[in-house]
């Protein structure tokens, strides 16, 4: 009796990792469902659709956007971590919310995001400005212009974020601390990168961090001043724009990025043909005519294991800033 329970427990184990390793072999079978952690409209949106439309395409399969905005991207986190670890719930997260969250709020996750989370590949990166308003005669041209300027005016120099610890104040931050203490001041704008916008515009701030995308009418209007380009070298379209490095601040502003992300514990073989579909899309001729034209730039992972190396490297250096760079997030 004995023999025979052990011969139909092997034969159920059996059948079960030959309809797994089935599944594996189909997929996508079904819908696959992408999450997002913000509302509709924003940069990784854009990106999480235009990707997902080509998915879609190039699967056979329905890919979906599931936008959920909030608790600085830990609802989206959430929402992908507690699905089944099988490639049909994933996320498209960008630094805010799966390199920043991670370090700032690792503590408020009911799981470990490090043992939870892995990251599929590397999708786009978005150069920024370091930009200068134009509002009531601002006069800094340059960034060392800005420097003299604000040692010159210490408190008086207003700096635009588009929240508490979000990236871009932290960067702005850190610029400060490297720069030799300037003391400026952050004036956060809960309505965003638009609102970060209409405060530059009307002069209630001199200065911030904002991704060319957004900002590409304002400079060339005249109203905003690009002092330095966040990017690892100049954008053929502002050749006269010198990088952050190139000013002495290489380790200054981040080139925001969008990946892709699923659950830990999803199958290799499954992560194997995400990675491959993700990768496909993204060079895709029309794909990228849509994405070029918001300025981002293309960036995927050479392999999983890269993507792997990538995203710590990412956690690694934005524990340093945290370190080094105390704010009141919390």
């Known amino acids: 009796m004995k023999a025979l329970l052990r011969l139909l427990a092997a034969a ?29 409209g924003g940069s990784t949106d854009i990106v999480a659709r235009i990707v997902a ?4 395409t190039l699967s056979g399969q329905p890919v979906i956007v599931l936008n959920k905005p909030g608790a600085f991207g830990m609802i989206a986190i959430d929402e992908m971590v507690k699905a089944a670890p099988d490639g049909y719930t994933l996320m498209i997260g960008n630094v805010s919310t799966n390199a920043i969250t991670p370090v700032l709020y690792g503590d408020k996750m009911s799981f470990d995001y490090g043992k939870k989370v892995t990251a599929v590949t590397n999708l786009v990166a978005v150069p920024a400005f370091l930009l200068a308003s134009t509002a009531n005669d601002f006069p800094p041209k ?50 965003g990168a638009s609102g970060v916008i209409q405060d530059l515009l009307r002069g209630d701030t001199q200065t911030a961090f904002l991704n060319v995308a957004s900002t590409a009418g304002q400079v060339r209007a005249g109203t905003f001043r690009p002092l330095a380009l966040v990017n690892d070298k100049r954008l053929a379209a ?38 491959t579909l993700a990768t496909k899309a ?49």
């Not at 604000?150 to 871009?168: D, E, L």
């Open 53 to 56: 439309d080509k998915m879609q």
């Open 238 to 275: 502002y050749p006269d724009v010198p990088t952050m490095a190139e000013v002495g601040f290489k380790d200054v502003g981040t080139v925001a990025w969008n990946g892709l992300f699923a659950p830990a514990e999803t199958p290799k073989p499954v992560l194997e043909k995400l990675f």
């Open 282 to 330: 993204l060079a895709d001729p029309g794909v990228r005519e849509k994405l070029s034209k918001q300025n981002f730039e293309f960036t995927p992972n050479k392999s999983l294991a890269d993507a792997k190396t990538w995203l710590a490297g990412e956690i690694a250096h934005w524990k340093t800033i945290t370190t080094e760079v105390k704010l009141e997030t919390h």
């Open 142 to 191: 340059t960034v060392k212009e800005l420097i003299d300027y604000a040692k010159k005016n210490p408190g008086k120099v207003r700096y635009g974020t588009v929240g508490v610890g979000s990236y871009p104040h932290y960067d702005m931050a850190y610029f400060d601390k490297k720069a030799g203490d300037l003391q400026m001041v952050a004036l956060p704008n809960k309505n």
């Open 12 to 40: 159920l184990v059996a059948g079960l990792m030959a309809h797994a390793a089935a599944a594996q072999d189909a997929y996508p079978s079904r819908t696959i469902r992408i999450v997002v952690p913000y509302a509709p």
